[in-house]
């Protein structure tokens, strides 16, 4: 799947060898964040005192094995490590071209727009899928990658950890997991804003009657009111309110009739209703995925994507599906026609090449096969034949149904004409 888009790439720019090389250097940095990972999982363990205490001030590991050996060895693997990565932040800028915004939109607007103007907004308006722009989170994401892997080489590995978290990109079911909360984060962080208004309410009011149970011993602090909302956020989001702020003894009935309101409330608005809204919204947004991972995944084995036509029309009529989608209609070969027609001169064009390339500027797509192809030819023409015949059958009933009411009708009136007639005859005979 992956290498024919990096064929597309690799035909289109000039820079082939860093340009196909994208994936590989990628998959190196997660691989040697990986050995990292190992590498620290068995030779770390914690720093001691020259007396031989633990020394827990200090952030730099001690090593199981000789630390000369170890040191070398977490030198050449950081050189590696910084290798690789600057390849990857290389790569990313020459497939990607982040482009910087144009100060050119912001200038104001004119009362008369020449056509000149109008075809560079044309221009403007013209987008690649490759394109990405220099202030976005992906190019955000590079940068930190390089500046990581040099950190990481400067503070014993400690941030070639967050090469890791790089795997998403190339994971598909990682993506999608990850998508399930950035795609709607935006209401995600809105209804977690709207949740901290509930702590500072909750907050205040701890801060006002019960300040009195929070033990600066237990690490509950409520002198100040900060402290208060940082204690209530972090005891009543994990434990909740009744589990750390207990009811001192000899205190009346109303008191703990106060704190048992206060208690529920809590339990009811927070951990129940604004916890399962925010899960409610992650597993619906993750469904709606799966459902449209779903609909492409059908669409990919059921509908040939040049014609549209479904799968069962092919193994029903024509030579099978899979002879269709490889032969007949093979997606990579318009997407390499289209490429060959980018790389030919005008000049040199066919007439059917210079059609298609035509229709092409003027975004007119009317040149694909859609809803037609060879294979159900014959079963197009059966069916139109059939039609035919339909059709003459129909118009030969009707051309004898309305033949039948005119004798009918000549029938009628001459039955009535000859009535006339006798009756006419005998009045007449009457009269003589
Ligand atoms: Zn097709």
Same mark, same amino acid.
């Given at each position: 799947?992956y290498?024919?888009?990096?064929?597309?790439?690799?035909?289109?720019?000039?820079?082939?060898?860093?340009?196909?090389?994208?994936?590989?250097?990628?998959?190196?940095?997660?691989?040697?964040?990986?050995?990292?990972? %190992?590498?620290?999982?068995? /030779?770390?363990?914690?720093?001691?005192?020259?007396?031989?205490?633990?020394?827990?001030?200090s952030?730099?590991?001690d090593?199981?094995?000789e630390?000369?050996?170890?040191l070398?060895?977490?030198?050449?693997? &950081? %050189?590696l490590?910084?290798?690789?990565?600057?390849?990857?932040?290389v790569?990313?800028?020459i497939?990607?071209?982040?482009?910087?915004?144009?100060?050119?939109?912001?200038?104001?607007?004119?009362?008369?727009?020449?056509?000149?103007?109008k075809?560079?907004?044309?221009?403007d308006?013209?987008? #690649?899928?490759?394109?990405?722009?220099?202030?976005? %989170?992906?190019?955000?994401?590079?940068?930190?990658?390089?500046?990581?892997?040099?950190?990481?080489?400067?503070?014993?590995?400690?941030? +070639?950890?967050?090469?890791?978290?790089?795997?998403?990109?190339?994971?598909?079911?990682?993506?999608?997991?990850?998508?399930?909360v #950035?795609?709607?984060g935006?209401?995600?962080?809105?209804?977690?804003?709207?949740?901290?208004?509930?702590?500072?309410?909750?907050?205040?009011i701890?801060f006002?009657?019960?300040?009195?149970?929070?033990?600066?011993?237990?690490?509950?602090?409520?002198?100040?009111m900060?402290?208060?909302?940082?204690?209530?956020f972090?005891r009543?989001?994990?434990?909740?309110?009744?589990?750390?702020?207990?009811?001192?003894?000899?205190?009346?009935?109303?008191?703990?009739?106060?704190?048992?309101?206060?208690d529920?409330?809590?339990?009811?608005?927070? /951990?129940?209703?604004?916890l399962?809204?925010?899960?409610?919204?992650?597993?619906?947004?993750?469904?709606?995925?799966?459902?449209?991972?779903?609909?492409?995944?059908?669409d990919?084995?059921?509908?040939?994507?040049?014609?549209?036509?479904?799968?069962?029309?092919?193994?029903?009529?024509?030579?099978?599906? &899979?002879?269709?989608?490889?032969?007949?209609?093979y997606?990579? #070969?318009?997407?390499f026609? +289209?490429?060959?027609?980018?790389?030919?001169?005008?000049?040199?064009?066919?007439?059917?090449?210079?059609?298609?390339?035509?229709?092409?500027?003027?975004?007119?797509?009317g040149?694909?096969?859609?809803n037609?192809?060879?294979?159900?030819q014959?079963?197009?023409?059966?069916?139109?034949?059939?039609?035919?015949?339909?059709?003459?059958?129909?118009?030969?009933?009707?051309?004898?149904?309305?033949?039948?009411?005119?004798?009918?009708?000549?029938?009628?009136?001459?039955?009535?004409?000859s009535?006339?007639?006798?009756?006419?005859?005998?009045?007449?005979?009457? %009269?003589?």
């Open positions: 799947m290498i024919i888009p990096q064929l597309y790439i690799h035909v289109l720019c000039d820079d082939v060898v860093i340009v196909s090389f994208r994936y590989p250097f990628n998959m190196l940095m997660i691989i040697l964040s990986f050995i990292h990972l %190992i590498i620290v999982m068995v /030779t770390w363990k914690q720093p001691m005192t020259e007396d031989g205490k633990p020394n827990y001030a952030a730099v590991p090593y199981i094995f630390k000369k050996i170890v070398l060895v977490s030198l050449v693997f &950081a %050189i490590h910084n290798i690789a990565t600057f390849c990857v932040f790569s990313y800028f497939t990607n071209h982040p482009t910087f915004p144009k100060f050119r939109t912001w200038r104001p607007k004119k009362f008369l727009i020449s056509y000149e103007d075809d560079e907004k044309k221009e308006e013209r987008k #690649s899928n490759l394109e990405v722009k220099f202030f976005s %989170i992906q190019t955000f994401w590079y940068i930190l990658l390089l500046v990581c892997s040099l950190l990481g080489s400067l503070f014993y590995g400690y941030f +070639f950890s967050f090469h890791l978290l790089h795997m998403a990109q190339f994971n598909q079911l990682v993506k999608r997991a990850i998508q399930a #950035s795609k709607n935006r209401s995600l962080l809105w209804v977690f804003f709207y949740g901290l208004f509930f702590f500072y309410i909750y907050a205040l701890s006002a009657f019960y300040r009195e149970i929070y033990s600066s011993n237990e690490g509950q602090y409520c002198t100040r900060h402290e208060c909302f940082v204690t209530i972090h009543g989001l994990i434990i909740s309110l009744f589990e750390f702020l207990n009811v001192p003894e000899g205190k009346p009935f109303t008191y703990y009739l106060h704190k048992a309101l206060f529920v409330s809590f339990f009811i608005i927070i /951990t129940t209703i604004g399962n809204i925010i899960f409610g919204i992650i597993v619906d947004t993750f469904s709606e995925l799966r459902d449209n991972k779903w609909q492409v995944d059908n990919m084995h059921t509908m040939c994507f040049i014609c549209s036509r479904s799968s069962y029309d092919f193994e029903h009529e024509g030579d099978g599906f &899979a002879k269709h989608v490889k032969e007949e209609h997606l990579w #070969s318009y997407l026609f +289209f490429i060959h027609l980018d790389e030919t001169r005008p000049n040199d064009y066919t007439a059917l090449e210079l059609y298609v390339s035509r229709l092409l500027e003027k975004e007119d797509y040149f694909f096969p859609i037609r192809a060879l294979s159900l014959h079963e197009e023409d059966s069916s139109e034949i059939q039609l035919q015949m339909l059709m003459t059958q129909v118009s030969y009933l009707v051309n004898k149904m309305k033949y039948e009411e005119a004798l009918k009708e000549r029938e009628q009136e001459r039955r009535k004409q009535e006339w007639e006798e009756k006419h005859r005998s009045s007449q005979k009457k %009269i003589a």
